[in-house]
């Protein structure tokens, strides 16, 4: 049996572009993509917290170092410069691989610099 679990978590990244024009779907810095272990052409599903939008598109590598985030194509239309997203990829895993299996959680401040990583969310209090 095969389990669809979060592999990757690009948490409260700020939208640097919204390219109505633009090919390709959700331009993502490349370190971004490394450090979270996201591949290029992966689906991702992406959940805007300013409208409370939710797609799915693909992620493409932008300039390594850049801190881009841009929301191409026909998916613009469901994010705007500034807005806050969070960006997840995930992943089928076998009963043996869910034994080890963490994801990857990267968070950012308001320049979409990273402030930290984790591969546990704390548990929600009441």
């Known amino acids: 049996m095969q389990t669809l679990m979060l592999k990757a978590k690009l948490h409260r990244a700020c939208v640097t572009h919204s390219e109505l024009g633009y090919e390709g779907s959700c331009a993502i810095d490349a370190n971004l993509l490394d450090l979270a272990g996201i591949r290029?052409?992966?689906?991702?599903?992406?959940?805007?917290?300013?409208?409370?939008?939710?797609?799915?598109?693909?992620?493409i590598r932008a300039e390594a170092g850049s801190r881009v985030i841009s929301v191409n194509g026909a998916a613009a239309h469901k994010a705007s410069v500034g807005d806050r997203i969070i960006i997840c990829a995930y992943a089928s895993y076998s009963e043996v691989e869910l034994l080890?299996?963490?994801?990857?959680?990267v968070y950012f401040d308001d320049s979409n610099q990273v402030t930290r990583t984790s591969n546990a969310i704390p548990v929600q209090a009441a």
């Not at 959940?47 to 992620?59: K, L, Q």
């Open 100 to 105: 080890n299996h963490k994801p990857k959680l």
């Open 40 to 59: 290029e052409y992966e689906q991702i599903q992406i959940y805007n917290i300013n409208n409370g939008e939710r797609f799915t598109t693909y992620a």
